[in-house]
């Protein structure tokens, strides 16, 4: 203690033994047990020393538990109701003590003050009454809402249909409804307060390697097991953590459920209708996708047609490639995206077909690159290829143009670019591009419905893959990337090269 601290600290000490002897003011400490072990001043002689304050004072009998709790709220105060002291000489006196928790000296320290004109004294009284008065209204409320929490719970053990448990980290069972305590303990309440591996012993090690996942903050399922108890079915624990406020886990709550061979019907049956579902909606655009995508064969076999007798064979076949098309359709649709069409795919044979069949086509330079034969199913990519070349032609702003049909492996999926040299698309118009039944502003008051691109996407999204804008900064046109997961069994790198004007 430098100078200076030391003479502030003898000035505070001079002036209470000067307060205590005017019988203003009186000190005591109380050890942390409660128990008196020193005062100072007259003010203080009614406090017994080496006695419990709470058992041998009147005036702080009731309060232990106030005294005790400022430990945990060292900033806090207990200020006594206003007491008689007939103890000082004259009219009798008025006090009033106020007591403080010094955690650095782990000690209590008691400040005793003499009280002014009655006036405040019973001014001061008033206002520790209504303070204890509120503070006893809110303490009530609190042990009703306790209470009504406290039945609410009651009602789910008893009562809930599920077999739920809660569990502390230290795996305590906090609380357990009936249908926990019949299936992991019959005939027994439920065992709130015991601990969860006493309860699970018959589920095997899986049952306690599980929880302690979920201790460690992963959910998990232990395998359906027949407990001793039970010879006839399997049940099946499922371990989920739960937190604090503060974040950290504070145990884990386990739900215990039959496995019979009803249930796993079930489970199976809700697998297959999900997939149904998903099927379902392939099916719900395939009238869509069959009346945009065979228009182009059919209008040139209607050209061939209108030519002139010896172009029938031309015309017979487009009609013929509607009849395959429709074939691998039908396939995909009825069987999965796997399983319909998966000879390899020769991309520049596949392109210049498409552009003999796209009108106006016959005005662009294609060029076209593969680095080996697409293993991949046919039909979307025919449908994507399709699209993707027709709006080339079509929205081109210029008499002639260019485009660019490429693709490549990257070991696990097949990447198509269809790139053209046209007006591209806008930032603002992307999100229009993939929509059914919407069209960007440059593409609006030309033939057809908006509907090309969102249904190339859904047919290569049915496959497993993605189509997507890929961005040209700085360059003409637009390009478009198909994406189709590669088979396991891939085929051994080939190059193929052509074109067609």
Not at 81 to 100: D, N, W
Not at 188 to 197: I, K, S, V
């Amino acid at each position: 203690m430098n100078g200076a601290a030391q003479h502030s600290s003898e000035e505070l000490l001079s002036s209470a033994r000067r307060l205590a002897d005017a019988d203003l003011m009186a000190f005591a400490w109380l050890d942390d047990a409660l128990v008196a072990r020193w005062r100072y001043g007259r003010l203080a002689d009614w406090i017994p020393l080496g006695e419990p304050i709470c058992a041998a004072t009147p005036a702080f009998i009731g309060l232990e538990t106030d005294l005790l709790s400022l430990q945990d709220e060292p900033a806090g105060v207990v200020a006594l109701p206003k007491i008689g002291f007939g103890g000082a000489p004259g009219p009798q006196a008025k006090i009033s003590v106020e007591a403080f928790w010094l955690p650095e000296a782990e000690r209590y320290l008691l400040v005793i003050s003499r009280l002014g004109a009655p006036v405040e004294v019973e001014f001061e009284l008033a206002k520790q009454v209504r303070a204890r008065r509120i503070a006893e209204d809110n303490y009530r409320r609190a042990q009703q809402e306790m209470t009504e929490r406290r039945r609410l719970l009651d009602i789910i053990a008893e009562d809930a249909p599920a077999a739920l448990a809660v569990v502390d980290e230290r795996k305590r069972l906090l609380f357990a409804t009936r249908r926990w305590a019949e299936l992991t303990q019959p005939g027994l309440d439920a065992p709130t307060g015991q601990g969860l591996d006493a309860a699970i012993s018959g589920f095997g090690p899986e049952a306690r390697a599980a929880v302690d996942a979920a201790l460690n903050g992963a959910p998990a399922v232990a395998p359906p097991v027949a407990p001793e108890w039970s010879r006839a079915q399997q049940a099946r624990l499922r371990f989920a953590p739960w937190r604090k406020p503060g974040g950290a886990i504070g145990g884990a709550i386990v739900a215990a459920d039959i496995v019979t061979p009803e249930a796993e019907t079930i489970a199976r049956l809700e697998a297959e209708i999900a997939a149904l579902r998903s099927r379902n909606a392939v099916l719900d655009d395939f009238a869509a996708i069959v009346a945009h995508d065979l228009s182009a064969p059919l209008r040139a076999a209607e050209r061939c047609l209108q030519r002139d007798a010896a172009s029938t064979a031309e015309a017979l076949g487009h009609v013929r490639r509607v009849g395959d098309m429709l074939d691998a359709l039908a396939d995909w649709c009825r069987y999965g995206a796997g399983a319909a069409g998966r000879e390899p795919v020769d991309l520049p044979h596949l392109v210049a077909r498409i552009a003999a069949d796209t009108p106006g086509a016959d005005r662009f330079r294609f060029e076209v690159r593969a680095e080996e034969a697409i293993d991949a199913p046919t039909a979307p990519i025919e449908i994507a290829l399709r699209n993707l070349i027709g709006n080339a032609v079509k929205h081109h702003d210029r008499g002639e143009g260019e485009i660019a049909v490429s693709a490549e492996s990257d070991g696990e999926a097949w990447i198509i670019t269809v790139a053209d040299d046209g007006p591209g698309v806008a930032a603002d118009e992307e999100a229009a591009l993939f929509a059914m039944f919407q069209r960007p502003l440059a593409s609006r008051g030309k033939p057809g419905l908006g509907a090309g691109l969102a249904l190339a996407r859904r047919s290569v999204e049915a496959a497993g893959g993605a189509l997507t804008l890929k961005r040209r900064d700085g360059a003409r046109g637009a390009a478009f990337v198909v994406r189709l997961p590669r088979p396991a069994t891939a085929r051994q790198p080939s190059t193929q090269t052509g074109g067609t004007s």
